[in-house]
């Protein structure tokens, strides 16, 4: 499979990390984009460094993988396209400036424009926020979203699978991405097994 990652500014990284290394070990091919706001994110959520530089943080999470890594404003790459083959979309996390981008159409970026090519070619988006509350704008937003095709993933893990650390929490929600990607997982067990 052939899948887009945009990683944007809200909090969450580790479930982008954990995700980007699912999406390699599964075979697929993955473009990844990172935000500005993704990148002190990332930094300061994986990293403990707000000041890491974007080099640094996209070297140390896509270390040992075999992904590519797509400039933010690199409107050349086939993630911008539609005529190009894509299979799936995701952002994860998803910022509501971000879903609220997408949702009016805005394409200020690459992360943008790739979820916008995904709803109009009515190819497989999944949006992760994880925000909370979520105010009427936000919730109006989502809705716009899901209405436009986009399958929403709040990155809110369950406990059914009676997880013992953050990273099973982590998995439980990366699961449920690749779950809608269409791509087996063995992460987190289903119910009932």
Known sequence: MKIFL???GA???PYAARLLQALSASGSEVGVCISDAG???CATELYGDIAVPREEV????VDGLDVEVVGLRDYTTPYA???A???GYVICPCSMSTAASIAAGAMA???HRAASVAIKEERKLVLVPRETPLSTIHLENLLRLRRAGATVV???PGFYHAPQTIDDLVNFVVARCLDQLGIDQTLVSRWGQ
């Open 6 to 8: 945009g990683i944007s």
């Open 11 to 13: 909090s969450g990284a």
């Open 39 to 41: 990148v002190q994110v």
């Open 58 to 61: 996209t070297a140390r999470l």
């Open 81 to 83: 396209s539609g005529s």
């Open 85 to 87: 083959r894509i299979d």
């Open 109 to 111: 970026n690459l992360i």
């Open 154 to 156: 709040m990155a809110a």
